[in-house]
């Protein structure tokens, strides 16, 4: 059977992230124009654009299309941003920000997800994304401050160094709270301090790291 994944991309937009009320037009072009599928393993492709997260291998997942737009959006991204990365995996997220922003920094602990994910991202044209093998929860302390950092996994605290890392008026989006039950929040950082905003319950595989969970 042959797939219309662009249909099924226009799909998504429309059900399972317009719908859910992410309004950013530049947003839903983007989760309408990257291509999911091309980012997931070859034997579960048909159900790329699915309302769900899917494994990638190594224990990983590449997450549901509606938390990547929301997470996405959250961050507020007009187009010159310089934004830092946690959690590569697939590379899916880093390719729809890199539609979005100036560069991308991406690190991921993992080294063979890491190279999956910089194969496809180059197969796919995406120059302006920078990746490193590390613990993400470390960040990338020589090339901030960073205009936002998102973090694609559940850390038990805020790490502070990636607080650190963002410039004045930066936005950090990141899932914290227990190891299967979290809260995806919004940080912005000031001269003064930060200010909190909680969005949406989650569920995330864990940041693991120094700063984040034991492994």
């Excluded at 034997?43 to 790329?48: I, P, V």
Aim: glycine share 8%; with cysteine.
């Amino acid at each position: 059977m042959i797939i219309d994944f662009e249909k099924e991309r226009s799909r998504m937009v429309e059900e399972q992230i317009a719908f859910r009320g992410v309004t950013d037009p530049r947003v839903l072009a983007v989760m309408g124009k990257v291509p999911r599928h091309e980012f997931m393993p070859e034997a579960l492709r048909a159900q790329a654009y699915g309302d769900h997260a899917m494994p990638i291998g190594e224990g990983q997942t590449i997450s549901q299309p509606y938390i990547v737009a929301l997470m996405t959006e959250l961050l507020e991204l007009k187009g010159d941003e310089r934004v830092l990365e946690i959690g590569t995996g697939s590379g899916y997220q880093a390719a729809v920000l890199a539609e979005l922003c100036q560069k991308v920094f991406t690190i991921e602990r993992v080294k063979t997800l890491a190279d999956k994910a910089r194969a496809t991202l180059d197969r796919l044209g995406y120059k302006n994304v920078v990746m490193k093998v590390y613990d993400g929860t470390y960040g990338w302390k020589e090339m901030s401050p960073f205009d936002a950092i998102i973090v694609t996994a559940a850390a038990p605290d805020v790490p502070d160094t990636l607080v650190e890392q963002l410039k004045d008026g930066g936005r950090l989006v990141i899932p914290v709270g227990e190891r299967y039950s979290q809260l995806l929040l919004k940080i912005i950082k000031s001269p003064s301090g930060t200010v909190t905003k909680t969005s949406i319950p989650c569920i995330f595989v864990p940041l693991i790291g120094a700063k984040g969970w034991r492994e």
